[in-house]
T-cell receptor
Framework: GENVEQHPSTLSVQEGDSAVIKCTYS??????FPWYKQELGKRPQLIID?????GEKKDQRIAVTLNKTAKHFSLHITETQPEDSAVYFC????????????FGAGTRLAVHP | DAGITQSPRYKITETGRQVTLMCHQT?????MFWYRQDLGHGLRLIYY???????DKGEVSDGYVVSRSKTENFPLTLESATRSQTSVYFC?????????????FGPGTRLTVL
């Protein structure tokens, strides 16, 4: 079955720096890759996703890149702010019914003022 | 976010007791999921359901039972709670039937088994 590995498990940056989180997946048929942000004590919430027909997607300070050949995708956060501090989860799934997300183990990002 | 709710939000129980966690969504989403979240393990799938009366096991289903008699409800039961089931439990539902559709999470239930 699908396996998603996520690195690093913890990441500490200074405010204003960039942060990069990387994930690799094993199922070459996966074609949907969302990223969820979970603030302390809160539920995970989708922040950005990418489908296999594109290599990059941006939304203001966050971007996701996908390399289907190498089976890895990354989350990039630029100009980090303290409110970016959270746990970030990547996930992968095939499209179509009866398929389900497989999550990475998460990355705890700390942004220091 | 208000469309998917969980109850109770906090629960303390004892080993061996039966516990039921409730999940309710108002979007009429076909797919619903139960996850548990433990430090170092991320979100692990317990059970999922494609529609009323259709359920299937996830990767950590032992010791859990689900039912789905109505589309909007997806209760999770721990038949005989163990300390290892102390965790935060999240219910989720999915917009659309395909795996490429956004998944929405409930607020979570923090369960402690003494």
């Amino acid at each position: 079955g699908e396996n998603v590995e996520q690195h690093p498990s913890t990441l500490s940056v200074q405010e204003g720096d960039s942060a990069v989180i990387k994930c690799t997946y094993s199922d070459s048929a996966s074609n949907y890759f969302p990223w969820y942000k979970q603030e302390l004590g809160k539920r995970p919430q989708l922040i950005i996703d990418i489908r296999s027909n594109v290599g990059e997607k941006k939304d203001q300070r966050i971007a996701v890149t996908l390399n289907k050949t190498a089976k890895h995708f990354s989350l990039h956060i630029t100009e980090t702010q303290p409110e970016d501090s959270a746990v970030y989860f990547c996930a992968a799934s095939r499209s179509g019914g009866y398929n389900k997300l497989i999550f990475g183990a998460g990355t705890r990002l700390a942004v220091h003022p | 976010d208000a469309g998917i709710t969980q109850s109770p939000r906090y629960k303390i129980t004892e080993t061996g007791r039966q516990v039921t966690l409730m999940c309710h969504q108002t979007w009429s989403h076909s797919y619903m999921f139960w996850y548990r979240q433990d430090l170092g393990h991320g979100l692990r799938l317990i059970y999922y359901s494609a529609a009323a009366d259709i359920t299937d096991k996830g990767e950590v289903s032992d010791g859990y039972v689900v039912s789905r008699s109505k589309t909007e409800n997806f209760p999770l039961t721990l038949e005989s709670a163990t300390r290892s089931q102390t965790s935060v439990y999240f219910c989720a539902s999915r917009a659309g039937t395909g795996g490429e559709n956004e998944q929405f999470f409930g607020p979570g239930t923090r369960l402690t088994v003494l």
